[in-house]
Nanobody
Framework: VQLQASGGGLVQAGGSLRLSCAASTSTFSRYTMGWFRQAPGKEREFVGQISRTGSSTEYANSVKGRFTISRDNSKNTLYLQMNSLKPDDTAVYYC??????????WGQGTQVTVSS
């Protein structure tokens, strides 16, 4: 499946952004979907994931309570609502999908920059 992330940009600390990830597949609802991020000089890290139906989510401790993952299976789209953004949230954000254990479908990434 091809994934296209969008919605990144420059925002001040304390602000909000919503990222979207459009999937080019009619079988989107079969995929567990997730968001990852990679800051300059750091390894890619897990941000959160959402179950196939959207009934279950998990988040990294660093974003818990500030970020919300959702999905609209009728639109084949994944979302990441980011609130109370911090400069440490600056990174390239990637959406990803998996049918089983391996995250084997990746989008191209969208840059999020949070200024202090």
């Amino acid at each position: 499946v091809q994934l296209q992330a969008s919605g990144g940009g420059l925002v001040q600390a304390g602000g909000s952004l919503r990222l979207s990830c459009a999937a080019s597949t009619s079988t989107f609802s079969r995929y567990t979907m997730g968001w990852f991020r990679q800051a300059p000089g750091k390894e890619r890290e897990f941000v959160g994931q959402i179950s196939r139906t959207g009934s279950s989510t998990e988040y990294a401790n660093s974003v818990k309570g500030r970020f919300t993952i959702s999905r609209d299976n009728s639109k084949n789209t994944l979302y990441l609502q980011m609130n109370s953004l911090k400069p440490d949230d600056t990174a390239v954000y990637y959406c990803a999908g998996r049918l089983q254990a391996l995250w084997d479908n990746w989008g191209q990434g969208t840059q999020v920059t949070v200024s202090s």
